[in-house]
Each structure stands twice: as structure tokens, then as C-alpha cells.
């Protein structure tokens, strides 16, 4: 079993910063494929910004230019920098971890709020 811990979200105004990150535990050696998503209310769950057990990396349109995703698999966490927030960006954060011949986890959510 895969247990995944978010952290780093929380309050922020307009133009501030945040830096999430997610650490995976578990019987495991390494993750593969690492990503960021975020549920908006009104909206569907979107990809935010996913990076490969390779280091490539992809981003959503809606942060694109605004964020960085980055993983330290000393750690099995995965981090997301968010700069320049938004209003629009207010809502969950889910990390997701895919484990080779295991599957995909999610983690638990991380509230993000950028007032006004």
C-alpha cells in the first residue's frame, strides 16, 4: 500500500507564491510518474503539471508559466512552485503517483485560496 501526504497549500494573496509538495510512503523503490492536479469549483478535475520518472516534464495551460514541477526521488516527493497566483487558481491540489506494476494513487488534497 501507498500512502501519499500532501503539504503547502493554504492562504495567499493575489500575486503571492506557494511551493505544495507530496511525499510517498510505502513498499516501493521509486514512483514513476509524479503529477499535480487541481479541482476549481464549478470545474473538472485538470492536470496542473505531471514530470516522468526521466525528468520530463508537462504542464497544464492553465498555470503554464507560472509554475515548476520537480521531484526528489531521495524523498518520493514531488514539488510544485506556483508564483504569480491567481483568484482563479483557488481550489484543491491532488498529487498522483503511478507506482511500476502497482497503479496510481492519489493523495488527499491540499486546499489552495488566493484572495483578491
Known amino acids: 500500500q501507498v500512502q501519499l501526504v500532501e503539504s503547502g497549500g493554504g492562504l495567499v494573496q493575489a500575486g503571492g507564491s506557494l511551493r505544495l509538495s507530496c511525499t510517498a510512503s510505502g513498499s516501493f523503490l521509486r514512483a514513476d510518474d509524479m503529477a499535480w492536479y487541481r479541482q476549481t469549483p464549478g470545474k473538472q478535475r485538470e492536470l496542473v503539471a505531471s514530470i516522468t520518472r526521466r525528468y520530463s516534464t508537462n504542464y497544464g495551460d492553465s498555470l503554464k508559466g507560472r509554475i515548476t514541477i520537480s521531484r526528489d526521488d531521495d524523498k518520493n516527493t514531488v514539488y510544485l512552485q506556483m508564483s504569480n497566483l491567481k483568484p482563479e487558481d483557488t481550489g484543491v491540489y491532488y498529487c498522483?503517483?503511478?507506482?511500476?506494476?502497482?497503479?496510481?494513487?492519489w493523495g488527499q488534497g491540499t486546499q489552495v485560496t488566493v484572495s483578491s
Open positions: 498522483h503517483v503511478v507506482i511500476r506494476y502497482d497503479g496510481g494513487y
